[in-house]
């Protein structure tokens, strides 16, 4: 199956089109089925952004994919709009790419660690549980 991850070389009357389409998908909250692209390593991207090797899409999102040597994914989300993915977007990308019991993460590092080349949001998804929750085993007393 091949698809189109980066649609920038149609004209902005095109692009416009597409945004407005994607804005009204998202406010229905009816964003298409995931198309699936794999891609060898080294061809998207340079640095850490040539490991990834897989990429989701559908009427809203595109989103990279890689898995780290620990078994980590990393999943690179951004949308045509460059509107930001509200919360409840985020939550629904990580269940349905990840499943609904995994746990994400959105990391805000050390400043001399940012890197903002682009405007994609991240989601960990991490492969053990975390050292904290909202839910906490202690009783309040």
């Known amino acids: ?3 189109d991850l980066t649609p920038y070389d149609l004209s902005k009357r095109e692009q416009q089109k597409l945004i407005k389409r994607e ?3 998202r406010a229905r909250e009816d964003w298409g ?3 699936i692209k794999e891609f060898s390593e080294g061809t998207v991207g340079h640095g850490w952004a ?3 090797t897989r990429a989701h899409k559908n009427d809203v999102f595109s ?3 890689r898995t780290l040597s620990n078994g980590i994914h990393h999943l690179a989300i951004t949308c045509l709009s460059e509107v930001r993915p509200s919360w409840p977007e985020m939550q629904r ?3 349905e790419l990840a ?5 994400a993460v959105e990391v805000y590092p050390p400043q001399a660690e940012i890197v903002d080349g682009a405007n994609m949001y991240h989601l960990w998804v ?6 904290f929750s909202l839910f906490d085993n202690r009783r309040s007393e």
């Not at 991490?126 to 050292?131: A, D, E, F, K, M």
Request: charged fraction near 15%; charge should be negative.
């Open 1 to 3: 199956m091949t698809i």
């Open 23 to 25: 804005k009204i998908n």
């Open 33 to 35: 089925i995931w198309q």
């Open 50 to 52: 040539a490991e990834f």
């Open 63 to 65: 989103v990279l994919d």
């Open 93 to 95: 990308i990580k269940d």
């Open 99 to 103: 499943g609904p019991t995994a746990t």
């Open 126 to 131: 991490v492969t053990t549980s975390l050292p």
